[in-house]
Each structure stands twice: as C-alpha cells, then as structure tokens.
C-alpha cells in the first residue's frame, strides 16, 4: 500500500489549466471553491437555477456545462450518477483534445454507461466524506483522504493530473491511495448498502422498535439507538475499536463481546455476500438504472416509508430542543 502525499504531486501537472466543474452539489461545491482557493483556473458548468445562483454567490465563474468545457484541460463529472451519461453524450463533441475527464465515483465507467472517447484521460479521484466535510477540512488545513484511478490514459499524463487535482481539492494532506475504477465502485456501494447507510439506518429502527413495542417510551429509546450513535462512530472514527473500547463502560464491552455476534451474525454476513454479488454482477446497476428510467415509483414510496417512521416525527421534536445541531453538517 502507498498513500500519495503532497511531495508526490508534479505541480506542473495542472499548472494554468483551466478545470471545469459540472454540477455544484455536495461534492461539486467543495471541489471547486478548494480548487480556486488553491490557485487553479475553475469555472463551473451548470444549468440555470438553484444551483447558479449558489455558485455566483460564491465568487466563481458560472456559465452552462456546454460552455464550460470548451478550452478546459480537465473536465470533472460531479453531477449525479444517473444523468451523468446524457450529460457526456451531450458535451462528448465538445470537450478538447486529449483532456481528461475526471469522475469522483466510477459507477457510469465500470457499468459501461459511458464510453469516453479514445483520446481522453479517464481518471477517478473520490474523497473519502461528503463535500461538507471536503470544504470544512480543507479551510482548517487538513484534508479528506482520497481514492486515485485511471482508468484511460492516451496522454501518459492521467495519474499525474489526477493526483494534482486530488492536491487541489486538499485530498493529498489526508492521503490519496490507488485503486481501480472496479475496486471503487463496488466497494463504495457495498458500504452504502451494507453499513453505512442500508445497514445502520435498519439496524436504528429495528432496534427503536424493538424498545417501544416493549412499552419504553419513544424518547428514551431515541436517545438509545439513533441520537447515541454518533458518540459512538466519533470514538471509532478516531481511534478504531481500540479506542471504543477504551472509553466505554466495563458493562458497555461485556455486552458487545457477548450479544454483539449474535444481531450481526452468520445470517447477516451471508445476506452481505448476496448484496456484494448483486453489486459485483450488475444487478444493482440495472435494477436503479431502471428505476430511474421508469419514474423511481419504488424508490419514492420506500423513501416516504422512512420519512413517515415514527422515529422521525419523535426525533424532530427531540432535535427541535437541541439547535446546536443544525452547525454539525
């Protein structure tokens, strides 16, 4: 394993090249205030609307995604994954001559919804956070690390370019690791699905419904399994198990040693191999690409299922009474 530092970027790499950002969501944002704040050349391409009006407000130059990548050395594709491919269908003719395309999730290259011309550099380079913390990281002096691909490099100068860019965005200060194109995107799906963000939302509301339909009071089972957790992710974050398990009770261990194998169990580690293999074959692709296409019924309803959950309308009134929270994003 190698983590790429700051004293691994060739500095001339991007030197007075002009990088378009399309999209200015999360990570758009974050990506391209970092690199006009590192010296770079940005302009932002984006449609009319919400999200012009933000950049503008923000002191960048904003014009359409059409306009942006003409004369741009490197062109990062940071709008969502699904209207990514009729954006580059729509600018593939004009993005110039052996420039690179960069992508911060490689979803649409290793499903082969794009196809990028032959003489583009593809590179990947994925922070390890959302753009938030992208941005906030990187005015402290500090940075997210990053993940670093190249997928096509006519040029001989793709991971070059790349890692300046990474440089740019603050992601070098944290450590930019190589990977690949597959390795990124199945590994970061699976995580969504998995634990991060499948897995812990299910495992909260399991385990909230589990203390009310025993008669606790809402509240108190609230505080237990959602509001808590984050005390207990920070200790981890910082310091892995080591560090949780030196700060929690004596008590707290015994019934993690001993009940913890048995809610995350053989079971559930088999029905993760299922959910892997869904990601590795391309069903999980297919099956959103799909529901995009037919108008996101399923995912809609799924999504209104967990908005209307008790645990939200407790957790809303709790939070209401803690406004200090709103300044943790």
């Given at each position: 394993m190698r983590l790429y530092g700051p004293k691994d970027v060739n500095k001339k790499a991007l030197r007075k090249a002009k990088i378009a950002i399309l999209g200015y969501g999360s990570q758009g944002r974050a990506h391209a205030l970092n690199l006009k704040d590192s010296g770079h050349d940005?302009?932002?391409?984006?449609r009319k609307g919400k999200s012009w009006k933000q950049a503008k407000k923000d002191g960048l130059t904003v014009v359409t995604p059409a306009e942006a990548v003409v004369g741009a050395h490197l062109v990062a594709m940071l709008?969502?994954?699904?209207?990514?491919?009729?954006?580059?269908?729509?600018?593939?003719?004009?993005?110039?001559p052996n420039a690179t395309l960069l992508f911060a999730h490689g979803f649409n290259i290793h499903f082969k919804q794009i196809s990028a011309r032959k003489d583009l550099d593809v590179v990947l380079i994925a922070p390890k956070g959302p753009g938030g913390l992208?941005?906030?990281?990187?005015?402290?002096?500090?940075?997210?690390?990053?993940?670093?691909?190249?997928h096509q490099d006519p040029t001989g100068t793709a991971f070059d370019r790349a890692?300046?860019?990474?440089?740019?965005?603050?992601?070098?200060?944290?450590?930019?690791?190589e990977t690949t194109f597959g390795e990124e995107t199945e590994t970061d799906l699976f995580g969504e699905q998995a634990v991060l963000c499948g897995g812990t939302t299910e495992l909260v509301l399991a385990g909230f419904e589990t203390l009310i339909e025993a008669g606790y009071q809402p509240e108190v089972?609230?505080?237990e399994v959602l509001h808590e957790l984050k005390l207990i992710v920070d200790l981890l974050h910082e310091g892995g198990l080591a560090k949780l398990h030196q700060f929690v009770s004596e008590t707290c261990k015994f019934g993690d040693l001993t009940r913890g194998p048995?809610?995350?169990?053989?079971?559930?580690k088999k029905n993760m191999g299922k959910v892997l293999k869904e990601i590795q074959?391309?069903?999980f692709a297919k099956e959103w690409i799909e529901e995009n296409r037919t108008g996101r019924k399923n995912y809609t309803k799924l999504m209104n299922r967990d908005l209307n959950h008790k645990i939200e309308k407790v957790g809303a009134v709790l939070r209401g009474k803690m406004p200090w929270l709103k300044d943790e994003r």
């Open positions: 940005v302009v932002v391409g984006v709008v969502p994954d699904i209207p990514q491919k009729a954006l580059y269908e729509e600018l593939e003719s004009k993005i110039e992208v941005r906030r990281q990187y005015q402290q002096g500090r940075g997210v690390p990053a993940l670093i691909a190249v890692l300046a860019y990474a440089h740019g965005i603050g992601a070098t200060r944290g450590g930019v690791l089972a609230y505080y048995r809610i995350i169990d053989a079971r559930v074959t391309g069903k």
